[in-house]
């Protein structure tokens, strides 16, 4: 959401749609300066409250458990940092990340990146979108140019939009990863 935030109905669709659970970011300053926030693991009700009134812009992610289960801690976003955390509420100074689809080279880049960095591999349950938020902290942002995967990632002060297979422009300011929600989910869907 840009400019423009979706109605209780729309949320509710998309909800429905990808019924896992949900995760928001936004921007606040607080006394260190511009950080982003995020909620996640969120039911229907919490992610309707929030999407009506956290600031413009922000990011709302409803997931499909493509792998690593049916977990609020896999909801997105991720900080993207060395840790990794899968915290269901948290702030950073640093980028947050959403992604959709499936990353199928999650595992072995992982691997690839665990035996060159010879850093340990945070706990926890892992995600394609965990990994590639972790990868990421690694080896920079421009590393999403090289994997075509539907991904945004959100800072303090910008962010940066990977079009993978492409976005679709619900209005102008606000944009989704697709449109299945409209189609099939939902009162009159």
């Given at each position: 959401?840009?400019?423009?935030?979706?109605?209780?109905?729309?949320?509710?669709?998309?909800?429905e749609?990808?019924?896992?659970?949900?995760?928001?970011?936004?921007?606040?300053?607080?006394?260190?300066?511009?950080v982003?926030?995020?909620?996640?693991?969120?039911?229907?009700?919490?992610?309707?409250?929030?999407?009506?009134?956290?600031?413009?812009?922000?990011?709302?992610?409803?997931?499909?458990?493509?792998?690593?289960?049916?977990?609020?801690?896999l909801?997105h976003p991720?900080?993207?940092?060395?840790?990794?955390s899968?915290?269901?509420?948290?702030?950073?100074?640093?980028?947050?990340?959403?992604?959709?689809?499936?990353?199928?080279?999650?595992?072995?880049?992982?691997?690839?990146t665990?035996?060159?960095s010879?850093?340990?591999?945070p706990?926890?349950?892992?995600?394609?979108?965990?990994?590639?938020?972790?990868?990421v902290?690694?080896?920079?942002?421009?590393?999403?140019?090289?994997?075509?995967?539907?991904?945004?990632?959100?800072g303090?002060?910008?962010?940066?939009?990977?079009?993978?297979?492409?976005?679709?422009k619900?209005?102008?300011?606000?944009?989704?990863?697709?449109?299945f929600?409209?189609r099939?989910?939902?009162?009159g869907?």
């Amino acid at each position: 959401s840009e400019s423009v935030r979706p109605t209780e109905e729309q949320v509710e669709k998309m909800f429905e749609a990808n019924p896992s659970g949900a995760g928001i970011a936004w921007r606040e300053v607080d006394g260190n300066g511009p950080v982003v926030r995020w909620e996640k693991g969120l039911e229907l009700e919490k992610i309707q409250e929030l999407c009506a009134v956290v600031p413009l812009p922000y990011v709302a992610h409803f997931r499909i458990p493509s792998c690593g289960g049916d977990s609020g801690a896999l909801c997105h976003p991720f900080p993207v940092s060395r840790e990794s955390s899968v915290a269901l509420s948290g702030k950073t100074k640093e980028y947050v990340l959403f992604h959709n689809g499936h990353w199928s080279e999650w595992k072995r880049t992982m691997l690839d990146t665990v035996l060159k960095s010879g850093k340990k591999l945070p706990m926890g349950k892992w995600s394609d979108s965990r990994a590639m938020a972790w990868v990421v902290a690694h080896y920079g942002i421009g590393f999403l140019d090289l994997i075509d995967e539907k991904v945004i990632v959100f800072g303090p002060e910008d962010y940066d939009v990977f079009p993978g297979t492409g976005w679709t422009k619900v209005q102008e300011g606000l944009w989704t990863s697709n449109n299945f929600w409209e189609r099939s989910y939902g009162r009159g869907g």
